[in-house]
């Protein structure tokens, strides 16, 4: 059993919580949405044999609590406590793995902070503005905010999940019944990600110009071929220059599969070792 150190990281504005784990060079692996460090502990258990490995809940999520209200989320808030974060440990540069809202959140720190990055997996980061058809995707999720106010938080995730074309890795209900289902901390960062999150994660348009004198892999799993967050990752790596790297399965197998995306996540970290 490994041992796992759990910490608290002061911020302006906010607290973060994350999770230490192995020896190694530093991996920090960011969840996206409104998941948190413990959809990645499976992954991070497998990682920590050849990294110290750092999960954290993004500001907002789960145990990173603000110091006052909630406010809707941004890149670079997001991307500075990612540095905050990094430069606190000490350990030099860090190799990055984020998943989608999580990607995003790494593309901007590794284009913010080049010397805070050793390499940056971005695991199909959901980043619409590079798609061509940017304005209609956009709009249809500006609807999922709207249909969360007026209807409430299953419809609007059953609004997004369709949007996104995938499964939902977290299934949000009105019920009581079905919301015992979840930890009350997930079903309470649905809300946050409906009403603050979902429409700036996916109209953050990354730096190119900056990103393409980084050390930078774009990923996206065999599974989700058509699925927006494929489709925005191919988007990137285009613009990047960059062939696509393709993972196991879809969006979310990290989280089930860790055993085989651990496998993949090595060796695209690999030859920056």
Request: glycine letters at 8%.
């Amino acid at each position: 059993m490994q041992d796992v150190q759990k910490k608290q990281l002061k911020v302006p504005g906010a607290t973060i919580y994350y999770e230490v784990r192995g020896q190694g060079p530093l991996l920090v692996m960011i969840p996206g949405g409104p998941t948190d460090a413990d959809t990645l502990a499976g992954l991070a258990r497998l990682m920590a044999h050849h990294f110290t490995v750092v999960t954290y809940d993004p500001r907002g999520n789960s145990r990173s609590v603000f110091d006052d209200i909630p406010v809707t989320q941004n890149m670079d808030t997001h991307g500075s406590d990612l540095a905050a974060l990094v430069q606190s440990l000490s350990m030099g540069p860090a190799f990055i793995f984020g998943n989608s809202g999580g990607a995003q959140i790494a593309l901007n720190f590794t284009a913010r902070y080049p010397s805070l990055v050793r390499r940056l997996v971005a695991h199909e980061p959901p980043c619409i503005p590079l798609l061509p058809d940017a304005a209609k995707v956009a709009e249809k999720m500006r609807g999922v905010e709207k249909i969360f106010h007026l209807k409430g938080p299953a419809l609007a995730m059953a609004a997004f999940v369709q949007i996104a074309g995938m499964p939902s890795p977290v299934r949000a209900s009105d019920t009581p019944t079905e919301k015992k289902a979840l930890p009350p901390r997930v079903a309470s960062n649905i809300n946050y990600f409906l009403e603050f999150g979902v429409r700036s994660i996916g109209e953050y348009k990354p730096d190119i110009d900056k990103l393409k004198k980084r050390d930078v892999v774009v990923g996206a799993g065999r599974d989700s071929k058509g699925q927006l967050a494929y489709r925005t990752a191919e988007a990137l790596s285009r613009e990047l220059g960059l062939k696509l790297t393709e993972f196991p399965l879809d969006h979310s197998s990290w989280a089930r599969k860790p055993e085989d995306f651990a496998k993949s996540l090595l060796m695209a970290l690999s030859h920056a070792e």
